[in-house]
Structure formats: C-alpha cells, structure tokens
C-alpha cells in the first residue's frame, strides 16, 4: 500500500463520502486510490471552488469536507477558499500535492512552498516528508480543523511521498472528534450574578449557535430565559425563539442602524453565545453602551477595547447553556422592556409586508424577498453570496432551521453561492437548494454550472442583476460625495449561458414572472438560473435608517 492509498484509507475511516478536488501531476497518486474507494470524487472547475464546496460540506456535517488540489497555483488557489473558511466556521481539510522533496528548494516545475503561505489562512498547516508520519499529520490537521470554533487545514504530500510504500496499520481512532466540557463554574456563577441584576438583558446570538447540535440548547435558553434576543447574519435566528411570542429583535451586521442594534444599545446586560467579532466588528454595537457583557463560546475571546467581557464562559456551548441556564432567576424587567422587542419586532413585519405591493419594474429587492418567502419552506436551504443583495436577505429573510442560511459574513467572499448551491444538494438530498448572488458574483464561479450538470445537482440560483459592483458602489457614493469609480459591469445573456452548460435559464421582465418561475424552477430536475434586474436605487437607505426610508 503506498501513502496514496494510505490517505485514502484514512479519510473512508474518518467517515470522508467526498472529495472536491482538480488533479495534476503531483497529487495524482491519491485520485488513483479514490478509484477503488467508496468516497465520491466531485471533479470541479476550479481549486477556490473546490474550497467553497467542501466547505460547505463541512458547516453542514460537523466534519471535515475535504479538497484535494496539484501543487504550485493547484495550492496558491486554494488560499481565499480556506481563509473564508476559517473565518466563517466551516472545517475543511485540504491536501495539496508538492515537488519531491530533493526539488523543494529548486526552480523547478510547481515548487511553492505552500505550507508557508497557507499558514496564516488556517489553522494548521504542514507537510508529510516522511511516510511514518502521513497518519500523526492527518490527524492533527483534522483535530484542529474540527475543534474549538472550526476552520481550515493543510496537508502538503510531495509526490514521492504518495508514491512510497506505507509502513504499518491505519490508526484506529485518527482524527477522533474532541468534545469539551462547559466553562468554568466560577465564571458561570459569576455571569449568573450578573445577569440575576439586569432589567434588560438581550442576547447576541452568533455564528456557532447556529449550529445544529447546539440546537437543543439555545432553544432552551432562549425560551426559559425569555429574554430577548438578536442575531448575526450567520447566527441561530427566529427559529430559536417561541413562535407564541415575541423575543427576536432582527439580524444585525455592517451598518449599526437596526431595531436589534437599538436593543443592544438599550440593553444592560448583553449576553453573547458563539460570537465572533468578525461576524458584526464590537465598534459598531459596544464601544459606548454601558451594561455588562457576557461572553460564551467555544474558545476564548480576542482583547479588544470594545469587547472586554465581565464573564467568560468558555467550553461546550450546549453544556454551558445547560449550567447557566437553572442559575437565573426571574428577571425584573424594565417596565419598557416588552415593548423595545415588541416595536423592533414590528417594524421588520412591517418592511417586509411592503413588499408584496411593489410593482414597479426593475424588481424591488422587497418584491424578490416576498416572492422566496412564498415558496421557502422549513427544508429549504439559502446559499447567499455577497453584495447589496446580501444585505437586504440578512436583514428581512427569517431562517426557520439551524444553517438554513450559507453566508459568508467575515470575509464577505464574492463566487460563494453557487459552489455552495452543490455541496448543499449533497449534503442534503432531502432539502430544496435556492442560492443567490449578485451579477458580478455570479461570474466567480459560473463555470461550476458544468460540474452541476455532471454530477446531477438540482438548485435554484437567482441572479439580482445591476449591471454593477453596487455594494461598492452605494459605499462610495456615500463616502465620495456620489462619486463612484469601477463599479460598472456589461450585460450576459443568462438564458443562453445557462444553455450553454445544459442548464436552464430564466429572464424576469415583470415583477409577476417571479413567482411562477420560482415555481416551476424548483420542480426542475437540471439547475435553473433566474435573472432578476433589481432596482437598488434606494440602497443608500442602508447605510441610513432603513426601517424608516423602505416604508417611504
């Protein structure tokens, strides 16, 4: 058995079924062993991509979704896919083949020294240089890429390494799941006591809790607590409160001007479970309200001027909920305090029921909204990409189930959505796929319309068509004085570009089109493309009050 093999053997035991992957001469030892193993190879049309993918594989299991890359610019692709990934959550292992190990210091075809510039993007990164350590390198990578909040790691494997015999049994337990236990109970005492003072204590619900094996635990905190909560882009949403009554407040991110950011200005006791800063920067929401700030999460938090917690609970986010939760007592609300959730409650019911009546045409991105509302189910999975698009879904889209919404909130990736459409068909069969992006993000990563089609995914993917970068572009006019300078994008024909992959592609030249396409696309058993021209032309609004200018 050589090292190929070996790795091959190593990740079926882990309980790897896909690897997304482009070979190349360095690396295509271990596409040769996939041939006789029971793990699916999904040959994609580019290495960032393949990154996105097994991403995606990755925030949905709970395991590594593995990419599998050739070496030199096979590897250097990889880096923007594994940077998001660690920045969002989403453990992935990648293995990128290398130079033998006597070229590793020449000028010779491919060599790059991948491990030193993947390093900084993720959490592990090293190379295997002798086949008695393929097993000890796997595992750690694996380990890190899984533990505390997830990310990314690399696995270098020179070709001769691949190609060398492989000595010895395959490890029985390698990569085992690590499980932590709750925080330390003196901080949980104290976070008590803290929170046992408050009158109007909110909860900041981030990334990780919307995880769906936390699921349990944050419904019960959030239900026995009452109190009330708001959401990151990414973070557990209305799904985590009581449907009988009002405790969620919104999403929050970007901009600091939402119903939930007043709620967290108000609030005297902010409560935070699996937040990460880089999800919704702390200057924006705690640099001048005064209270008390408890933070819970799976490892400990950056020091930051503007997020310095009085108690810090960190381990097992289920187990710390769980501990805390008998600990409080019943609160003694501000006699206001119903009424702020109530009233920022209100106003997003209210933003969203404007949409039904816009009629006019470009489509307003209220209209698209109401028109997915009216076919999203509690099965169906979100894949957002980036741009003004995803700010309008965060804000006014409810998720109804644990990372029904695939977003990348840190490093706002543009090319995401579509990737992340087909890595969701896989990993749930079961659920309608709907992805969206604008037209500039689109193009990332179009050309996996052919990888779609190849290995059969079915998904639905919107297009909100400016013509424009116009996330960008409504940022600089506000900064610029109107100014705007290359934002400006030309036109495809999207029905005969999805053809073109043997896809099919939709035009919306009437707001009315929307729902019935959106109909008849979901039933479709080939991948449906809808091009929407949008109207942005009131997205300076987002930078401003948004609840008061979208009811204008």
Known sequence: MTCAEALVRMLESM?????????????????????????????CRHEQNAAFMAATMGRLTGRVGVCLVTSGPGVSNLTTGLLTATSEGSPVLAIGGEVPLADRLKQTHQSFDGVSVLRPVTKFAAEVVTPGELGDILGNAVRAAE?????????SLPKDIGLAPF?????????????QGPGALSEIEKAAALINASTKPVILLGMLSSDSRDQRAVQDFVRGTSFSYVSTFQGAGKWAGPEERTQFGGRVGIFSN???????????????????????????????RTGSLIAIDVIPSDQDRNFLPHA?????????????????????FAPDYRDSV???????????SVGARYSGFPVHPLRVIHELSQVVTDRTTLALDIGSMYIWMGRYFPAKFPRQFLISNGQQTLGVALPSAIAANIARPDSPIISLSGDGGFLFSAAELETARRIGSRFVHLIWDSGSYDMVAFQEEAHYGGRTAGITLGQIDVVAFAAAF??????????????????EALASTVPVIINIPIDYSGNLALMEEVHEAALQ
């Open 147 to 155: 533990s505390g909040r997830p990310g990314s790691a690399f696995l």
């Open 167 to 179: 000595e010895g049994e395959i490890p029985p337990s390698l990569g085992r799941p690590l499980k």
């Open 342 to 352: 109530a009233k920022a409650d209100t106003e997003l019911a209210e933003i969203a």
């Open 502 to 519: 043997g896809c099919r592609g939709v035009q919306i030249n009437h707001p009315d089109e929307l729902a019935p396409a959106l109909r």
């Open 258 to 288: 939402q119903p939930g950011d007043r709620l967290l200005q108000d609030s005297d006791c902010v409560i935070t479970v699996g937040y990460d800063p880089i999800e919704y920067d702390t200057s924006l929401w705690n640099s001048t």
């Open 15 to 43: 309980g790897v079924t896909h690897v997304f992957g482009i070979p190349g001469a360095k690396i295509d030892a271990v596409f040769i062993a996939l041939l006789d193993s029971k793990i699916k190879l999904v040959v």
């Open 312 to 332: 810090e609970i960190v381990g097992d986010l289920s187990a710390s909920l769980d501990l805390l939760l008998p600990l409080l007592g019943k609160t003694k």
